[in-house]
């Protein structure tokens, strides 16, 4: 494991302001037009907000925001991580009992929020007793406060701070995918560290080169990879904003590159299938151009598993669809993307990081990994090993080369009564090549193998499949013939809506059901 300096968040913008000064960094559409701000700009503005949140307090607060991607969210994050506060990002599309439940679990007592969800703070800010102030960002009049507490103001000093680097910076909470929601706690360490990593790929982060955003913020993966890696490498980086409104963006940034998850990478592939199907004379790689714009090289995915099958039609496009792992107990990454690794890997570890496995579980161990866990110290001591090493809870095995693989969750193991040990993720990545299968999700019921079906309707229909059972039970039959005895599926089960997910597009297992 590679050892090494790790900046403050102020040190890495300061750098990249001193680096590239009036180059522009952001760019975002707003009223129908372009707007973009320089990697000077945006140092000045994030100190901004850090001045006007040490003039609000001195005393060190956790600061939530809670928004739509934009420039002043991004100012805003940033400003509450050079004040030395803790940021603490949310969607803004949870409900409002959940916002208040968790802005209290973490002792909240400032928030940023978004236009969009001006109603449901006013009422956060009646009923949340932790909280004391509560601040909408946005363009008009929000540009007062960059100005009110800039460099030239009489507040200047207030950002003369010095942050602790191992401290609580940020805290992050878990999906919640498998029970209660936990805070993870991230030090400077583990955000910024984990941007130094050394790149596998030739090419792919280069200086005024675009990225375009489309992930929300409030998740790590998006912010330390579309934020503050592009900030380190001096590329420029488009902000989606909304997921409705990608398909223009890609044609008015033309970016090089896209952090997504598999279900963006689907969703894009099938528009460029439809251009080729509608217009016979269109070639499938112009038929991409026109999706992504000219420019497009590289797609990194991230969230969930990636189907191979996907990775090789977009090499046909000329596009590279590669894959990192990571969690945000690690500080984010673990391995990152590589052409020359194997397509069914999760790329290569990177190397300021160490990975073993112990009993099929992959461990990690690196300076970026989580503080732990806010206020919960016994779920913390679990994640852990006791020397040191962090639980993933994925199964998986590691090649000489680092190249890494994920085999399935631990969580996820469905143990018979026989005692076999069952992958339902195993079982699943056998139906990714079925284009009758849409969703499938494995599990057990009386000790027999069940596996859940979302067909794909519309392919049924298309090819005029009458009988979808009849076909799916035909499909399960011929794996069946090849599959380990406590590997065969007993039963299957259609579903007439899509299984539940969460933001990053990964099943929720505990809710599944036949509907």
């Known amino acids: 494991m590679q050892q ?6 102020r040190e890495l913008v300061d750098r990249a302001a001193e680096k590239y000064e009036d180059r522009t960094f952001l760019m975002f559409m707003r009223d129908g037009e372009v707007q973009e701000r320089s990697f ?8 901004a907000v850090c001045r006007y949140l040490r003039y609000i307090s001195e005393r060190r607060m956790h600061v939530a925001i809670m928004s739509k991607t934009s420039y002043d969210y991004i100012a805003c994050l940033t400003g509450i991580l050079m004040s030395g506060n803790v940021a603490l990002p949310l969607s803004p599309d949870i409900s409002e009992a959940e916002a208040a439940m968790l802005l209290e679990r973490a002792d909240v007592e400032f928030l940023f929020y978004g236009e969009e969800i001006s109603e449901k703070a006013e009422s956060l800010c009646r009923h949340c007793t932790s909280l004391k102030k509560a601040v909408r960002i946005g363009a008009a009049h929000f540009a007062k406060l960059y100005d009110d507490f800039g460099e030239a103001s009489s507040h200047a000093a207030l950002s003369d701070v010095t942050v602790d680097p191992e401290a609580c910076a940020a805290m992050i909470y878990t999906s919640g995918t498998t029970g209660e929601r936990k805070a993870v706690m991230l030090s400077t360490k583990s955000l910024v560290g984990n941007v130094l990593y050394h790149d596998y790929c030739k090419d792919i982060f280069t200086e005024n080169d675009v990225a375009l955003s489309v992930l929300p913020m409030y998740h790590i993966y998006c912010f330390t990879g579309d934020y503050l890696k592009n900030l380190k490498d001096g ?4 902000l989606n904003g909304d997921m409705h409104d990608l398909v223009r963006n ?21 528009r460029v ?3 080729c199907t509608r217009h016979p004379e269109v070639t499938p790689y112009d038929a991409a151009r026109q999706v992504f714009g000219k420019n497009i090289r590289w797609l990194i995915s991230g969230g ?14 000329g596009i590279f669809l590669r894959q990192g792992y990571g969690m945000t107990e690690a500080g984010c990454r673990i391995s990152v993307p590589d052409e020359d690794a194997s397509f069914e890997s999760v790329g290569r570890v990177i190397d300021i990081c160490d990975a073993r496995v112990q009993g099929g579980e992959i461990q990690v161990k690196s300076d970026t990994l989580m503080l732990g866990y806010y206020k919960m110290p016994k779920e913390t001591a679990v994640m852990f090993t006791d020397d040191g090493w962090l639980r993933t809870g994925d199964i998986g095995y590691l090649t000489d080369d680092r190249q890494l693989f994920i085999t399935g969750r631990v969580k996820n193991l469905i143990i ?3 005692g076999e040990n069952v992958s339902p993720e195993a079982i699943e990545k056998k139906f990714s ?9 494995v599990y057990a019921e009386n000790d027999k193998i069940i596996a859940e079906i979302f067909p794909n309707y519309g392919f049924a229909e298309e090819n005029k499949i009458d009988d979808i059972y009849g076909i799916l039970e035909e499909i399960v039959d011929t794996m069946n013939m090849t599959a380990k005895a406590s590997h065969v599926i007993s039963r299957i089960k259609l579903r007439s809506s899509p299984f539940e997910r969460t933001a990053t597009g990964k099943l929720i297992r505990k809710k599944a059901s036949v509907l």
């Open 4 to 9: 090494f300096d790790i900046p403050t968040v």
């Open 40 to 47: 000077r700009k945006t140092q000045q503005d994030s100190l």
């Open 235 to 238: 590329m420029r980086v488009a």
């Open 250 to 270: 890609l044609t008015v940034f033309q970016p090089k590159v896209i952090r997504v998850v598999p279900m963006i990478a689907s969703t894009l592939l099938r």
């Open 273 to 275: 299938k439809a251009i």
């Open 304 to 317: 969930a598993y990636l189907d191979p099958a996907l990775i090789a039609a977009y090499d046909e496009l």
């Open 416 to 418: 018979l009564s026989n």
């Open 433 to 441: 090549d079925r284009q009758l299968v849409q969703e499938v999700m």
